[in-house]
């Protein structure tokens, strides 16, 4: 999926730079606490890591759970017996086939069942709107009945926020809904498999606030990718938290954001960044910490070594960053650079 100062691009050089100076991760315990969309921990877990992970954010717990402490595909034996289902690709076909539900996406988020509220919104059509709305009570309705566990749980609702992050009528995020229709607006949700890594270690996954949890948990490699500039995430995600959640939250706008004040953090804040690092560094329970950044970032990179090197030894390792500028009609190289400060205690 789409996702704002995704690393994905960048894990060959994370790799890289991890290998160069620690070594084989393999057996390691190594905490990726600004978790996201998982794309590095899933990497990570790939290379014999053992593995905490952590965000804020709902939909990405339930992504952590489903990717990463999960290490095989459950058999979903008591929604078996009940279904009369055989696999993993039936239940999701079952589930791909509801569509009958008009509930808080379809009120909410689509033309049709908003024409009547003060608010017209347009982030997916009406039919997929009831698709998701049907799944999303029938999910709630087998977890509740006990005929899937919290693991089960998990693996069906990631395969349901990926289906519908490709039918979103959006340019990138949830901050704001196309004012035309993309023709991705009218692909048919359908759920797909998601892929399991196999591993023989017990993962950790928490949903937390990072500086709250950093004094609990304890390991060999910390890797930390704080957002780097002044853009919240929950607003732009907020789509994403609601379909987690399913919480009919009081929302509010044109875009209907939910709720967000207690989510704000302190990285996005100009004056409260420096402080919020500081602690993060120096109450980190770990010899290596890895921390990227971007030369686009609140902090500079002087500000950011500063920081560090009154903490431990720090190394600096830089990568030419292309990003993408829709206002700019293409790619924009710029100046920036992709960094990763290397900080040993």
């Known amino acids: ?149 919290q693991d089960e749980f998990y693996i069906l609702l990631s395969s349901l926020i990926e289906a519908v992050t490709k039918v979103s009528n959006i340019s990138g995020t949830y901050g704001a809904f196309l004012k035309f229709d993309e023709r991705r607006k009218y692909k048919e949700l359908e759920l797909m498999p998601i892929e399991i890594i196999n591993s023989d270690h017990e993962h950790i996954c928490h949903c937390k606030d990072i500086l709250e949890l950093i004094t609990c948990v304890a390991g060999d490699i910390l890797y930390l990718d704080p957002p780097y500039n002044q853009r919240q995430y929950p607003p732009y995600y907020h789509i994403l938290e609601t379909l987690t959640l399913y919480d009919n939250p009081k929302i509010y706008g044109k875009t209907g954001r939910r709720p967000y004040k207690d989510k704000l953090s302190p990285f996005c804040v100009k004056n409260k960044t420096s402080e919020a690092l500081d602690y993060l560094i120096r109450k980190a329970k770990f010899k290596h910490i890895f921390l990227s950044y971007n030369t686009e970032g609140i902090l500079t990179k002087e500000e950011v070594f500063r920081i560090l090197t009154d903490i431990g030894y720090v190394e600096l390792f830089e990568q030419d960053y292309r990003r993408y500028k829709s206002n700019n009609n293409g790619t924009d190289r710029g100046n920036l650079k992709e960094l990763i400060f290397y900080v040993r205690k």
């Open 1 to 149: 999926m789409r996702y704002i100062g995704s690393k994905e691009k960048v894990i060959p050089f994370i790799e890289n730079v991890i290998f160069d100076t620690v070594g084989n991760i393999k057996g390691a315990i190594v905490a990726d606490l600004f978790s996201g969309t998982v794309a590095v921990a899933k990497h990570f877990k790939r290379l014999g890591a053992k593995l905490i992970t952590n965000d804020y954010m709902a939909f990405s717990y339930a992504f952590q759970i489903a990717f990463i402490r999960n290490n095989y595909i459950p058999c979903f034996s008591e929604l078996s017996k009940n279904l009369k289902v055989t696999c993993y690709k039936d239940i999701l076909t079952y589930l791909t086939n509801l569509h009958d539900h008009k509930g808080f996406f379809y009120k909410e988020y689509c033309l049709e069942g908003s024409r009547n509220s003060f608010f017209q919104r347009n982030y997916f059509s009406d039919f997929n709107a009831r698709k998701i709305d049907s799944i999303r009570v029938i999910l709630n309705e087998w977890y509740k009945n006990d005929l899937i566990n």
